[in-house]
């Protein structure tokens, strides 16, 4: 049972670390607004002030506020989550947290993936949206606990 609590804790981790690393990278050898290319993606360093798609960049102060809100209940509440999804868990707090420093260090957030036919976006993103997507589908499709609201059958 604990190691699968230690799941949730080390993907964080793993996720927090590769993001740090990768941006650390990217601000120190890569000029601001530039780009390497390569034939599938291109690594080009953007700040981001906003949010998904470069959007509401005049809320910052929002995002940090909301993201530091979502860390916090995720550390304080993860135990009391399905252990099914508290891996998916783990990379909502390690994006979220990546994404947190480089709000306070910078004020946006570092980007540098290009993929061409996205948004640039980075390794915390990633996690973010991958999270989502197998939160969705475990919801979804295998989590079979009934439901508090369904309406009961009465046997006549």
């Given at each position: 049972?604990?190691?699968?609590?230690i799941?949730?804790?080390?993907?964080?981790?793993?996720?927090?670390?590769?993001?740090?690393?990768?941006?650390?990278?990217?601000?120190?050898?890569?000029?601001?607004?530039?780009?390497?290319?390569?034939?599938?993606?291109?690594?080009?360093?953007?700040?981001?002030?906003?949010?998904?798609?470069?959007?509401?960049?005049?809320?910052?102060?929002?995002?940090?506020?909301?993201?530091?809100?979502?860390?916090v209940f995720?550390?304080?509440?993860?135990?009391?989550?399905?252990?099914?999804?508290?891996?998916?868990?783990?990379?909502?707090?390690?994006?979220a947290?990546?994404?947190?420093?480089?709000?306070?260090?910078?004020?946006?957030?570092?980007?540098?993936?290009?993929?061409?036919?996205?948004?640039?976006?980075?390794?915390?993103?990633?996690?973010?949206?991958?999270?989502?997507?197998?939160?969705?589908?475990?919801?979804?499709?295998?989590?079979?606990?009934?439901?508090?609201?369904q309406?009961?059958k009465?046997?006549?």
């Amino acid at each position: 049972m604990a190691a699968k609590k230690i799941t949730f804790w080390l993907i964080a981790l793993i996720v927090f670390v590769l993001d740090r690393l990768s941006k650390f990278w990217i601000v120190s050898n890569v000029p601001f607004g530039s780009s390497i290319d390569f034939s599938f993606l291109s690594i080009t360093y953007i700040l981001n002030a906003g949010t998904l798609f470069g959007m509401f960049k005049h809320a910052a102060l929002f995002f940090l506020i909301f993201s530091l809100v979502v860390i916090v209940f995720l550390v304080l509440k993860f135990d009391s989550f399905d252990l099914r999804i508290q891996p998916f868990l783990g990379l909502v707090l390690g994006g979220a947290l990546g994404n947190v420093v480089d709000r306070l260090l910078y004020g946006a957030v570092v980007d540098f993936i290009d993929v061409h036919f996205w948004p640039v976006f980075n390794v915390a993103d990633a996690a973010l949206s991958v999270a989502v997507v197998l939160i969705l589908v475990f919801e979804l499709f295998f989590n079979q606990e009934p439901k508090k609201y369904q309406k009961h059958k009465r046997n006549i």
